[in-house]
């Protein structure tokens, strides 16, 4: 499709309430027309988030139950292992599609889209979008707004999947499955907003994960045709390489919230209680180095040592060789020494050598002057003080002047 015509057709779509003159504009004011009833707009909802829920308070049993359907049949269906039985070449599927997008989602969604640890062309920007996406794991505005709040109040009350706060299963997926999560805080990601590209990803965030989906099953159906000695058929690719490999990598991504919020080693004084646990590192290709990442968020590597295995970086680099992203942001060279401020203790912590947290909101809030102020509900405004928790260094990157031209 030509430039233009590509435009065009964003601009066409239906408007999400987005004001370019006053940023993002509350999700509840949009004028869309509302289906019939709570259910209804529940199931269209799988495939179009942007249909609001009711207020929670109004929300009915049946709204709130009907959202989850989807990855309750999700997670059940990896049974069906049982029933089409395996071969080594539909496990090999699995575990590539299972390696593709962990890496999409912690190199993508994670270190690009929530914090802006590198830069990268407006054309790669979408295809980093799509294959996060296509992890079903929502869109990547929703992914990265999710996030950015994470980090905002990470292990307070507002932190809707703190294992502190609020247990374990919540932290793992219930928090997920929650009808009132569905909808998009436009207010935590305006630097994304204001590509439509992103915004029709987001919408319709089925669309990448089907095609993962029909993209097995033809894969499984061309190799029983062809090479009916490797021992596998449509239906047996779909559920591992699509089924298995999707829940597997949903469980591995959401250890992130919940075990590394509980088992593992603090190098750093945080605020929350972040850990870094080699095993999750591993699970994870390089997210399990939380407490590091919870310390410093602005770097690409989160493994800040050679012994700190984060795939996902070498990854990256692997991609800035090529010239498909660059300006991949450094772990500084004081969290590197144990002399300078802000000095790493290594090995077992006792006590009275736990580090400060040095990367403190007072220490990053100089940079953030000239950007949009978040008020404590979360909205824009570009007056008024800026409140403590909002001044994490996350937002420094929502003022690069280097983001793809929209
Ligand atoms: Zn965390
Ligand atoms: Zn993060």
Known sequence: ?????????????????????????????????????????????????????????????????????????????????????????????????????????????????????????????????????????????????????????????????????????????????????????????????????????????????????????????????????????????????FVVSTVVLFHGVATINSLSHVYGSRRFQTTDTSRNNFLLALITLGEGWHNNHHHYCNSTRQGFFWWEIDITFYGLKMLSWLGLVRDLKPVPARLLTREAPGAVITGKLRPHEVVPNHESPARAEPVLQGLPRLSAGGALSRSGALPHSAALPHFAALRSPDLPQA
């Open 1 to 241: 499709m030509p430039k233009d015509d590509a435009g065009r057709f964003f601009k066409q779509l239906p408007k999400h309430p987005f004001n370019h003159h006053t940023g993002p504009v509350d999700i509840k004011e949009n004028d869309m027309p509302q289906p019939i009833n709570s259910q209804l707009r529940s199931v269209i909802s799988w495939f179009d988030t942007h249909v609001q829920a009711e207020k929670e308070s109004a929300q009915s049993d049946r709204e709130k139950w009907v959202w989850p359907i989807p990855f309750v049949l999700l997670n059940l269906s990896v049974l069906l292992v049982f029933v089409v039985g395996w071969s080594w070449v539909a496990i090999g599927v699995a575990a590539f599609f299972y390696a593709l997008r962990m890496f999409a989602i912690t190199g993508f969604y994670h270190r690009y889209f929530s914090h802006r640890t590198y830069k990268t062309s407006r054309w790669f920007q979408f295809v980093l979008a799509f294959l996060g996406n296509s992890a079903a794991q929502r869109g990547p505005l929703w992914w990265a707004a999710h996030h950015r709040h994470h980090h905002r109040f990470s292990d307070q009350p507002e932190d809707i999947h703190s294992p502190k706060q609020r247990g374990f299963w919540n932290s793992h997926l219930l928090w997920w499955s929650r009808r009132k999560n569905v909808a998009t805080r436009l207010d935590l990601v305006p630097d994304l907003a204001k590509y439509p590209e992103l915004m029709f990803l987001d919408r319709f965030d089925s669309l990448a994960p089907i095609s993962v989906a029909i993209t097995t099953a033809v894969l499984g159906g061309v190799l029983h045709r062809y090479f009916p000695g490797l021992g596998t058929n449509a239906l047996q690719m779909f559920i591992w390489g």
